[in-house]
């Protein structure tokens, strides 16, 4: 989790710098598209911190009041980022507004493209890094800011592509024509995110490719158990729940049982390593004839 922090706290940073480098965009040409990349850079820097303060109380280990820990603070930060990539939108098309009802020309246009570009490559480097990370560490926090990250990359390239060739006809409404194109582009990717995130607070299943490797493994690994049922799982943050209900016979010993169990947590785990199982076992009158039939 320490590596988690490290990079949040990094992508803090990134963004204030890249934050600086498109307002100075915007300063030299006046282009209402760079001020909308501008805006997109803010909500940047808050999600960022947002994301870091989610990751540092979803680390907090389980306490009485928590007993399953604190990892769904990952995904409220996740939501909240989505709603200000949406305010942020609608500041934008604000701005494209007041644009087109008095446009103008563009000052130092290529100066400011030169600018931004040094920004959006910046982004996009650090996009793939935090995606990738947050993935091998499990943290909806840092993948959703990665993702928030990439948006802005392609909206930024949409905006290079408009304000050079708005500097190069001369035609002044493309620039807040632009602008709101990319507010729109915000508004879909801030509602993916929320959408996204209300899984993980609703404990959504894990998928199905997943649950199939599951109950295959459960299938061949459960020798001297007579079926599996009511398998559930659930994610939050970083980890993974797996519970369900084992039949053995009713003459078995709790020892040869708990043998059986230790067997199955170990070959889950191969497939969900951070899984935290919970395996309810019943005699055989309890069986229920479906489910996971054992090998």
């Not at 480097?125 to 802005?152: E, F, M, P």
């Not at 582009?185 to 995110?193: D, K, M, P, T």
């Not at 230790?262 to 055989?284: F, G, N, T, Y």
Request: glycine letters at 6%; one cysteine or more.
């Amino acid at each position: 989790m320490k590596r988690v922090e490290l990079f949040a706290t990094v992508s803090i940073a990134v963004g204030i710098a890249v934050l600086a480098l498109k307002y100075l965009a915007y300063h030299l040409t006046g282009s209402v598209a760079l001020l909308s990349d501008a805006i997109e850079s803010i909500v940047n820097v808050v999600t960022a911190i947002a994301a870091l303060v989610a990751i540092r109380f979803a680390a907090q280990p389980a306490d009485k009041e928590h007993p399953y820990g604190h990892h769904k603070a990952e995904y409220v930060s996740a939501v909240i980022e989505g709603v200000l990539i949406v305010i942020a939108a609608l500041a934008i098309l604000r701005e494209a507004w007041a644009a087109y009802q008095s446009p103008r020309l563009l000052e130092a246009p290529w100066l400011g493209l030169a600018v931004n570009g040094i920004a959006t490559a910046i982004n996009s480097v650090w996009c793939t890094v935090l995606i990738r990370q947050g993935r091998k560490h499990k943290s909806a926090a840092l993948v959703a800011d990665g993702r928030h990250l990439w948006t802005d990359v392609v909206s930024s390239i949409g905006v290079f592509a408009g304000v050079a060739l708005a500097a190069y006809t001369g035609i002044t409404f493309l620039d807040p024509l632009l602008a709101a194109f990319v507010a729109l582009n915000i508004l879909w990717a801030g509602w993916r995110l929320m959408k996204e995130s209300a899984g993980g607070l609703l404990d959504e299943a894990l998928p199905e490719e997943t649950l199939v490797r599951i109950r295959a493994a459960i299938s061949e690994n459960a020798d001297g158990a007579i079926e599996a049922h009511d398998l559930r799982t659930r994610q939050a943050g970083p980890m993974t729940f797996v519970e369900f209900h084992l039949v053995v016979k009713g003459s078995m010993s709790v020892t040869e049982a708990h043998d059986i169990c230790d067997q199955l947590e170990r070959a889950i785990k191969k497939i969900v390593d951070d899984a935290l199982i919970s395996i309810h076992v019943e005699p055989d009158d309890k069986a229920k004839h479906s489910g996971i039939v054992v090998l």
